[in-house]
């Protein structure tokens, strides 16, 4: 079964959505040769692999959900002395 993704929709979305499972994750990229980390651009197709939990595949097509939670923004910022640069970030007075 090929699908063809929505926007800001993520390989760890489809996983879940074509696999009912994050850890199809692996597999889809394998598949479809694609960065399990990267972006997908809206209307690539992407080809279904074995399903892991049917229960939630089915809920899932059911109810017409396509989870879309790609941000392509770091969500984590570090800070602290421990990430901080003299001169750029760490001004020595």
Not at 9 to 24: N, P, R, T, W
Not at 49 to 55: G, L, T, Y
Not at 56 to 81: C, E, F, M, S
Request: hydrophobic content about 45%.
């Amino acid at each position: 079964m090929e699908v063809i993704t929505v926007t800001s929709q993520s390989l760890f979305d489809l996983s879940i959505q074509l696999g009912g499972h994050v850890e199809a994750v692996f597999a889809l990229a394998l598949e479809n040769g694609l960065d399990i980390t990267g972006e997908i651009s809206a209307g690539t197709p992407v080809q279904a692999v074995n399903i892991w939990d049917r229960q939630t595949v089915d809920y899932y097509r059911v109810k017409n959900i396509k989870p879309a939670t790609y941000t392509g923004q770091d969500v984590l910022t570090l800070t602290g002395i421990g990430y901080m640069i003299v001169e750029d970030n760490f001004i020595v007075g």
